[in-house]
């Protein structure tokens, strides 16, 4: 599989398209647009370039990136509109379970403990973890965090991770955030000393941060991003067909080419 880095943009991401958040109740999309479609209502947190960020150019405000293109796709041949709702991370899986939204894309990692909440499609994206800090910090490895505070997405893979490691790397320190740009403020700003970010998001923000570096954390547990759907949602099966047929014409490799770039992985 193939990617790039992206150049991270770091607008900020306050904008909440208007979408359509009538309860979606078992599973079922409700409401129709214009075209007399049915409209699918996706739930994201638009701070998480290439994945999802706020597009700026032009002097107009629009959510783009790989997943977008992704369930812009999927809905389209599934004969679907699409309205697009921005929230924070930790408020997507709430979403679901209210019926404000019928599916969720946000680069989220299928854990056991959303897997209880919520359900997911087949894995469609899969990716690395790092740790990114300031030049001359003399990071090289996890253990390497011990007396330092660390800075995490709150409610992502991330935070979960980073909680593992406080279990057994003494007097680390935790510093949980709603978004990836106030994470990397806070670094530039000395008031954390390291972060936890996906490979591809983090080499966004090297590229645009010369004074920061990033090593790789060893894999261990869930990693890979999913589709998360309300319980016994009906439209997974759906969606995994249209993935799977994405995979399969090579229009998925093309999408992480576009967004990732061609580099080996």
């Not at 740009?181 to 806070?186: F, H, K, R, S, T």
């Given at each position: 599989?193939?990617?790039?880095?992206?150049?991270?943009?770091?607008?900020?991401?306050?904008?909440?398209?208007?979408?359509?958040?009538?309860?979606?109740?078992?599973?079922?999309?409700?409401?129709?647009?214009?075209?007399?479609?049915?409209?699918?209502?996706?739930?994201?947190?638009?701070?998480?370039?290439?994945?999802?960020?706020?597009?700026?150019?032009?002097?107009?405000?629009?959510?783009?990136?790989?997943?977008?293109?992704?369930?812009?796709?999927?809905?389209?041949?599934?004969g679907y509109d699409l309205e697009i709702t921005n929230m924070d991370f930790n408020g997507l899986i709430p979403a679901l379970q209210a019926g404000r939204a019928d599916f969720?894309?946000?680069?989220?990692?299928?854990?056991?403990?959303?897997?209880?909440?919520?359900?997911?499609?087949?894995?469609?994206?899969?990716?690395?973890?790092?740790?990114?800090?300031?030049?001359?910090?003399?990071?090289?490895?996890?253990?390497?965090?011990?007396?330092?505070?660390?800075?995490?997405?709150?409610?992502?893979?991330?935070?979960?991770?980073?909680?593992?490691?406080?279990?057994?790397?003494?007097?680390?320190?935790?510093?949980?955030?709603?978004?990836?740009?106030?994470?990397?403020?806070?670094?530039?700003?000395?008031?954390?000393?390291?972060?936890?970010?996906?490979?591809?998001?983090?080499?966004?923000?090297?590229?645009?941060?010369?004074?920061?570096?990033?090593?790789?954390?060893?894999e261990e547990g869930p990693a890979g991003s999913a589709i998360a759907f309300p319980k016994d949602s009906e439209l997974v099966s759906e969606f995994n067909r249209v993935l799977?047929?994405?995979?399969?014409?090579?229009?998925?490799?093309?999408?992480?080419?576009?967004?990732?770039?061609?580099?080996?992985?």
């Amino acid at each position: 599989m193939k990617r790039r880095w992206f150049l991270a943009s770091t607008a900020a991401v306050a904008l909440a398209t208007i979408g359509l958040t009538t309860a979606c109740g078992g599973g079922q999309p409700t409401g129709e647009a214009g075209s007399g479609n049915q409209v699918l209502t996706m739930a994201t947190s638009a701070d998480y370039p290439p994945y999802q960020f706020v597009e700026t150019a032009g002097g107009t405000e629009e959510i783009v990136g790989f997943d977008i293109d992704i369930a812009r796709h999927i809905t389209e041949q599934l004969g679907y509109d699409l309205e697009i709702t921005n929230m924070d991370f930790n408020g997507l899986i709430p979403a679901l379970q209210a019926g404000r939204a019928d599916f969720v894309m946000a680069g989220m990692t299928p854990t056991e403990e959303r897997q209880r909440n919520v359900d997911f499609s087949e894995i469609y994206y899969d990716a690395k973890q790092t740790i990114v800090f300031q030049s001359g910090a003399g990071i090289a490895s996890p253990d390497d965090l011990s007396g330092k505070t660390l800075g995490v997405q709150l409610g992502s893979i991330q935070e979960e991770l980073a909680n593992d490691l406080a279990d057994t790397i003494p007097n680390l320190t935790l510093s949980p955030l709603n978004r990836i740009n106030e994470i990397v403020q806070e670094l530039k700003s000395g008031r954390i000393d390291a972060a936890i970010i996906e490979d591809t998001v983090a080499e966004g923000f090297l590229a645009n941060n010369p004074d920061l570096e990033a090593v790789e954390i060893p894999e261990e547990g869930p990693a890979g991003s999913a589709i998360a759907f309300p319980k016994d949602s009906e439209l997974v099966s759906e969606f995994n067909r249209v993935l799977a047929e994405m995979e399969s014409s090579g229009l998925m490799e093309e999408l992480i080419v576009k967004w990732f770039g061609d580099r080996a992985e």
